[in-house]
């Protein structure tokens, strides 16, 4: 455990040099506030506190935002140490690669976390400001943010992975962009064509709802939407959370993280230094 935390000291502090921390707090805090106020026009509407709504706007940013910050900081974990030589130093230190490993990633999700919790809590703190009922929305946000740290988590060991794989920072970045793309932007589009093509068949009651489970990102939407008050400010989405069960969503959550983390560890194993 010592190593590990040695490790991801070090880590941190590349990363507050190479104002990563600064950089991803700010993005965080800034699109949380302005999808707080974009966000909180059907609170009439909905007859729910201000931060419930904010909460469910909230979501959409962690599905697309969160990923793409955890791949961005991940890709070149890997690729940066062989491109620079430095990972035949690091390596010849008494830790293993899995050690080594662990470091970045406890470093990256402690930058994540601190990231997310001050863009939610900025939401948060805007919400209360004009809401004095908006404390009802408390559970929502918390389940959000240990939720959004869950899927951080599956994207920082995706982005292992990758950078494992390729071995330099020019091809690690391409197929992170490719990763995010597929995930969260196309397999969503994918599914939406073949469900419109099934029209309401067997692919769409049974196969549908699993292969939703199958990527982190909408695994990570539904179960937060599934236990909100304002699925209906999430533009459609609430009717497939109201198909999947939360617990199926919660399990998905849970294992892509350890998913991830196995797989990177695995390729890191095959990278010679």
Known sequence: MSRILASASAEFRIALRNRWVAIVILTMALFALVLSAAGSAPTGELGVDRLSVTVASLTSLGVYLVPLVALLMSFDAVAGEVERGTLPLALSYPVSRGELLLGKFVAHLGILALAVAVGYGVAAGAAFAVDPEAAAGLPALIRLFWSSLLLGAAFLGAGYAVSAVARRPGA??????????????????????????????????????????????????????????????????????????????????????????????????????
């Not at 990527?215 to 939407?221: E, G, K, L, Q, T």
């Not at 539904?222 to 939360?246: C, D, E, K, R, Y």
Request: charged share 10%.
């Open 172 to 273: 690690a970045a391409g197929m992170a962009v490719g990763l995010w793309l597929g995930l969260i932007v196309l397999w969503d589009l994918a599914l939406l064509a073949a469900v419109v093509a099934d029209d309401g068949g067997r692919f769409t009651t049974q196969v549908f709802p699993w292969l939703l489970l199958g990527n982190p990102a909408d695994a990570f939407r539904l179960f937060n939407l599934a236990a909100s008050q304002a699925t209906a400010a999430a533009a459609g989405v609430g009717g497939a959370a109201a198909a999947v069960s939360p617990l199926h969503a919660l399990v998905s959550v849970v294992l892509w993280p350890l998913a991830a983390l196995g797989l990177a560890t695995a390729a890191f194993r095959r990278v010679t230094p």
